[in-house]
């Protein structure tokens, strides 16, 4: 089988920064796209930022202040949040699009089990 282990989440004052890691583990071949979403109560969940091999996009809403990085040897990504705004609070979930050894035809769609991200004075 295959998951996501997130780490990183907690309470910061605006303008102040969180770093966000996600793992992927398992018999991984290869992983297509991953990255983050979030979601706020009563909203549907939105894509953050997603790293795909011909790039990685942004919402626009983070554009300048998050950075998504990748660690392809661990299969893990990064999600590094500068000028954090109140807004910016949400439930963010870490997810992969994952082709396994066993099985190469199918692709996983994977999600975390979620971090929680405050941004309040």
């Known amino acids: 089988q295959v998951q996501l282990v997130e780490s990183g989440g907690g309470l910061v004052h605006p303008g102040g920064s969180l770093r966000l890691s996600c793992a992927a583990s398992?018999?991984?071949?290869?992983?297509?796209?991953m990255g983050w979403y979030r979601q706020v109560p009563g909203k549907e969940r939105e894509s953050v930022a997603t790293a795909r091999a011909d790039g990685t996009n942004y919402a626009e809403s983070v554009k300048g202040r998050f950075t998504l990085s990748r660690e392809n040897a661990k299969n893990t990504v990064y999600l590094e949040m500068n000028s954090l705004k109140p807004e910016d609070t949400a439930v963010y979930y870490c997810?992969?699009?994952?082709?396994?050894?066993?099985?190469?035809?199918?692709?996983?769609?994977?999600w975390g089990q979620g971090t929680q991200v405050t941004v309040s004075s």
């Open positions: 997810n992969a699009k994952i082709h396994l050894y066993n099985d190469p035809g199918f692709e996983h769609d994977i």
């Open positions: 398992g018999d991984i071949s290869t992983i297509r796209a």
